[in-house]
DNA sequence: TTTAGCACTCAGCGGTTTTGATTGCTAATT
DNA sequence: AATTAGCAATCAAAACCGCTGAGTGCTAAA
């Protein structure tokens, strides 16, 4: 009866019901009703007194009913709570941590591939739809480029980076160009964008008022294959895992609804923003209208952690799925495959160094354990 | 009434009404009827007689009823008759060209992006999902390898083929190796590999018998990356575009059929075989139990395109969807994709040749329409 | 403050009826 | 012999209906 709507401060014996209702609710999709937390949670109280707190805890927006005669469901902001207090903190299961061994003792990959990898445990451990993606290399310092001719007017200009090469591109050249000049060349942009990071590359003001006339057209191109990578370039290393498991979450079971969320998964150019982790928290979390921005965008919740690499974000991977989702087993989930990738030897040196340390070429890829 | 089950010679009435019902079922996905038939095709036939027919139909397997009384529906048979026989060829209409270009005149890209366009285009002009691969790289002729430097420890592989530049792995190199090694060890593997298809190289015997000690490091490096290249690396080059699409489709509007569905194409390599073209045929077409290979694979058809460039094929595009789709469309697309690709300024060389004839280095990458 | 008791609400289930589209068959017609 | 009009028969889908039962809110007692 006593209002309170300056809550904030639960009693525990609401939160107690409350933590019940969306513990319960994320079991089963099914509103929850007073006797169901009764018999399972405080068989001290009786059905009634849950009841008036229940009709306390919707006054101050926590719960809601589908309908006059129905149990109370979580709202969005119960859900907010539930995170961010009520939740259990859980480890993973023996049978968990294997799917995760299998996916990473097998292949140390590219970075492309490891975040790959990492949505595809993601989704078999959550049984919900992952994404990840690369982010942009704003962030990567350029170590060395090298122009290296290919053929007789193509070359491709390899970049390296501190977190690895970035894909690199083809470009045309005269078929006049000499490999001379090609080294020369690779030395003298190499000498200019050296040590410095890529987003400071892309500034406004170049870094150098005067380019040697003979490597003008070098530097150019260089240039814009570094403005493309802070842009366009990114937008395509998005990895969904999953789709299909979408369907199986009962609140997609209304066709209307799936398609929606699959439209929405389809465009991934649009999943960028909502995936950016905005503050520097390893774990971010956002429920229903945290996450707004296209108008028919589906209602959901997307959890997300980023991904470390010698100290500096190389990706983010979450996943994305209704509002009701077992954050309690998300989070732990990524929160230990970030850890994972953190010590996993990566940008660009292979995982079998000491394996093998005769072989005076080793390649990165899948094959360490062949042969 | 006069059955005549050694048919295969449809009477010219015959063969329009299975026509006008496939056609008709094709854009409704609903059983037609007699009436229909006569008022939209055959107004000079009563209602009566049409319904022998379609009975004689049936009776050679052409059509069925969903239940007693209702319309027929094509069967997967009349299907086959339809696209070989039946089915009107019909030109891309202006809007649909209109996309296409949209495409392809902004960015003239790499093999990989050229068949994630394709993908895109196909999709949003079919209105269905659509599928495309590189094909594994096994027919590429190798024309150079380099063996590059990029930091104290490690080396890019980059093989050049005829097609293109293959995905170039890192690899671990003793820091001891100098730069001087990587550029002679790079003529020697080109020596040995330069010249030959991808499948000889891989090809249980070797080329060469003898290799000098000094490369053998190398040599066997190279060696397993090209082995890669055939098998597993192709899996990983499936694009998917508009699963969304499925949901959109009649017969896919059962929960449990759309979900068979997309957990089929959320497993990407199981697509391989399907899309395999194994006929030289330019365009396949796969209705019903013709792709049958996984058990729970859900009832489809799979229409694809092999891609050439100088008379290589370099993948395969096309559309997977419910076995009622719109054929004649789907086909045209195809095609004239196949060609327009065919078309393009491919592989290494970009397209703006001409365009900027005394830009020494010009970048292959979407931009060439700034500045 | 808690609880027992009771009336009230309402989604969902199962059964029945109605409707309407469409066929197959028969008998008449060309 | 081929076609057609006419008509009874069929059956999915929609509309309707009443019941059931889970669950609540409220009141009055403990």
């Known amino acids: 009866m006593a209002v309170c709507l300056f809550a904030m401060g639960l009693t525990s014996r609401k939160e107690k019901i409350l933590q019940a209702i969306v513990d319960g609710y994320i079991e089963n999709c099914q509103p929850v009703s007073s006797a169901e937390i009764k018999d399972k949670h405080l068989p001290a109280l009786s059905s009634a007194t849950i009841r008036n707190e229940m009709a306390a805890l919707e006054e101050m927006g926590y719960l809601t009913q589908p309908h006059t005669s129905s ?30 061994k299998r996916y990473f003792n097998k292949k140390v990959t590219e970075l492309d591939d490891m975040l790959k990898s990492t949505a595809k445990v993601i989704s078999e451990i959550t049984n919900l739809t992952s994404v990840a993606y690369v982010q942009s290399a704003d962030d990567a310092t350029v170590t060395n480029i090298r122009i290296v001719r290919i053929s007789d007017a193509s070359a491709l200009i390899i ?4 977190l690895g090469v970035l894909k690199d591109s083809t470009v045309n050249i005269g078929s006049g160009v000499t490999d001379e000049y090609c080294e020369q ?11 410095h990071k890529i987003s400071e590359i892309n500034k406004p003001k170049s870094l150098v ?15 814009r294959i570094f403005k493309n990578y802070s842009h366009e370039e990114m937008l395509s290393d998005i990895v969904l895992e999953g789709s299909a498991k979408i369907l199986e979450q009962p609140e997609y079971s209304n ?5 929606a969320m699959l439209e929405f998964l389809d465009a991934k150019e649009e999943l960028v923003p909502v995936l950016q982790n905005s503050d520097d928290m390893n774990i971010s979390i956002k429920i229903g209208k945290d996450n707004e921005l296209r108008d028919g965008m589906p209602e959901c919740a997307i ?17 994305i799925g209704p509002i009701r989702m077992d954050y309690s087993k998300v989070v732990s989930v990524l929160d230990y495959l970030s850890k994972t990738v953190q010590m996993l030897p990566a940008g660009e040196s292979a995982s079998d160094d000491e394996a093998q340390p005769d072989d005076g070429l080793e390649s990165s890829d899948s094959v360490s354990d062949e042969e």
């Open 71 to 100: 149990g109370r469901i979580p709202t969005a902001e119960a859900y907010r709570l539930y995170v961010e207090k009520l939740m259990p903190r859980r480890k993973l299961s023996r049978s968990e941590l294997k799917i995760v």
């Open 159 to 162: 970049i390296v980076t501190d």
């Open 185 to 195: 060349a690779s030395r003298f942009v190499t000498e200019v964008f050296g040590g």
């Open 209 to 223: 008022k005067e380019v040697k006339r003979e490597y003008e057209q070098v530097f150019k191109t260089v240039l």
């Open 255 to 259: 066709l209307q609804k799936a398609k």
């Open 303 to 319: 959890v997300t952690a980023s991904y470390n690499i010698n100290g500096v974000t190389v990706g983010n991977a979450g996943v």
